[in-house]
């Protein structure tokens, strides 16, 4: 089952509602393994979205550290 176009926050807001599912004794072991796997890979997507978005922190820190470096080494020397 590949989820719908969810953005993260409503990622998460189907996994608990699948947490909720599998806390239910009413489910049958089928529906609970389903609802496990449906989980999973709504998991995987979020670590792979939490591992873009580090990504992406640490390319525009690094990008912009750089420049600060530059603007402090200039303001040392002018000093």
Do not use: T
């Amino acid at each position: 089952m590949k989820s719908k176009k969810l953005n993260f926050e409503e990622k998460l807001n189907e996994l608990q509602m699948l947490i909720d599912k599998l806390q239910n004794e009413d489910e049958s072991i089928e529906k609970k393994i389903e609802y496990y796997e449906q989980g999973m890979e709504l998991v995987a997507e979020c670590r792979s979205f939490l591992k873009n978005a580090e990504n992406k922190i640490i390319y525009i820190s690094n990008k912009y550290a750089a420049d600060i470096d530059k603007d402090i080494q200039a303001n040392d020397v002018d000093n």
